[in-house]
């Protein structure tokens, strides 16, 4: 297995069809990569129904994705006051994958072929490239409402679709703090940093945090600009349904800094401890 994307949703209303969203890019990238050597790992965090028995999956789906279900009172206890811990989701994982790469993207996230082409025919043949660049980020563009209502249209031209954070999506230097279209890592790399910081349950600074403690162990490339930013996400805004918090407001981790330590969770990262 070359590559496992990851990704993890919980069967709710966040910010309106979540459910909806997600089935969207299940299918439409399970197509995209069903005659690939790739896998879907999705963690179902902490839904009351699995959303194994919600989603309305396509054929291609159902042979390409595996289903990692933490149930609501395992979900509760390590999340703690936050509503949904995404780091121990994706950990968890990244933890139960079996490709020579990890890729991490949002659950309501389209890939392109551009993407495709290139990981599968340029990065993975090139053993110089591989060896540098052990770990890959790219921003995402970001559709709006009409466009992700004619998704499929949309992304055949990329370029009518904004980069979200271009200001940063172009800088050589700064280019992974913008919002996540995919975050490509080495399994041996991943394993060794121990994935996303478990302390870090809250929004924001989670990529940050990692790539800062892997950048000590490989180059980071700008995919993005490799590829076009072949990453589109599906409109949604908090208005549109469920909030996190009954105020509105939502917790942040903290700021990230040089990380000293590589792998801050110890070797049970990933809920490797729990029968899920």
């Known amino acids: 297995m070359k590559l496992s994307l990851i990704l993890c949703s919980r069967n709710d209303n966040y910010n309106g069809d979540s459910v909806g969203r997600l089935t969207t890019s299940l299918n439409h990238n399970s197509k995209m990569f069903k005659e690939l050597d790739a896998e879907i790992v999705l963690t179902d965090w902490g839904s009351d129904i699995p959303l194994s028995e919600t989603l309305d999956l396509s054929g291609?789906?159902?042979e390409i994705i595996r289903f990692v279900y933490v149930p609501p009172n395992i979900a509760q206890k390590y999340?703690?006051?936050?509503p949904f811990s995404e780091v121990h989701a994706l950990n968890s994982a990244a933890r139960r994958s079996c490709g020579d790469y990890i890729g991490r993207i949002d659950q309501d996230t389209l890939i392109g072929d551009k993407f495709i082409e290139w990981f599968y025919n340029t990065y993975l043949q090139d053993e110089e490239m591989r060896k540098t660049y052990r770990a890959l980020f790219s921003a995402r563009r970001e559709m709006s409402r009409e466009q992700s209502e004619n998704w499929e249209v949309t992304i055949k031209d990329g370029s009518a679709v904004d980069i979200l954070h271009r200001t940063y999506a172009l800088n050589q230097l700064r280019f992974y703090k913008s919002a996540v279209g995919i975050f490509i890592v080495e399994k041996e790399l991943y394993y060794l940093c121990g994935g996303y910081d478990e302390e870090y349950i809250y929004m924001n600074y989670?990529?940050?945090n990692f790539v800062e403690r892997l950048?000590?162990?490989s180059e980071l490339m700008n995919l993005g600009?490799?590829?076009d930013f072949d990453f589109f996400h599906l409109k949604h805004i908090q208005?549109?349904?469920a909030c996190d918090y009954p105020s509105g407001v939502r917790k942040t981790n903290p700021r990230y800094s040089i990380a000293r330590v590589v792998n801050p969770n110890g070797n049970n990262w990933g809920?490797?401890?729990e029968d899920l």
């Open 225 to 227: 600009k490799e590829v």
């Open 206 to 208: 989670m990529e940050n």
């Open 60 to 62: 291609d789906a159902r």
């Open 79 to 82: 999340q703690k006051d936050s």
């Open 239 to 241: 208005s549109d349904g």
């Open 215 to 217: 950048k000590n162990h």
């Open 271 to 273: 809920l490797v401890g």
